[in-house]
């Protein structure tokens, strides 16, 4: 079994920062993919960003130029600098990675149990 255990959500003014973690830990042979996805009060879940092993990019739009996601493929950590953030970014932010487990030849992707980001003045 592999665990996403998130953190580094709050409570932010707009125009402030935060920082969120999510570490993958359990029966893990390679990490393929991370990101995060996350879901407003009554709206979908969305896709925010991901990064390959490789170091390949994806952002969601409005969020370009704003977040900066990262990883540490040592650590099988994966991390989303939120800058600028207007109340429109407050949801539940929730870190995804794909993972091969040891003696499988298959992919499963996993889930965090998410995180709150509240942005309010």
């Known amino acids: 079994q592999v665990q996403l255990v998130e953190s580094g959500g709050g409570l932010v003014q707009p125009g402030g920062s935060l920082r969120l973690s999510c570490a993958a830990s359990?029966?893990?042979?390679?990490?393929?993919?991370m990101g995060w996805d996350r879901q407003a009060p009554g709206k979908q879940r969305e896709f925010v960003a991901q990064?390959?092993?490789?170091?390949?990019?994806r952002y969601l739009d409005s969020v370009k130029g704003r977040f900066t996601i990262s990883r540490d493929n040592a650590k099988n950590t994966v991390y989303l600098q939120m800058n600028s953030l207007t109340p429109e970014d407050t949801a539940v932010y929730y870190c995804?990675?794909?993972?091969?487990?040891?003696?499988?030849?298959?992919?499963?992707?996993?889930w965090g149990q998410g995180t709150q980001v509240t942005v309010s003045s």
């Open positions: 359990g029966s893990i042979f390679r990490v393929n993919d």
């Open positions: 990064v390959s092993t490789g170091g390949s990019i």
């Open positions: 995804n990675a794909d993972v091969v487990s040891p003696g499988t030849a298959y992919t499963r992707n996993y």
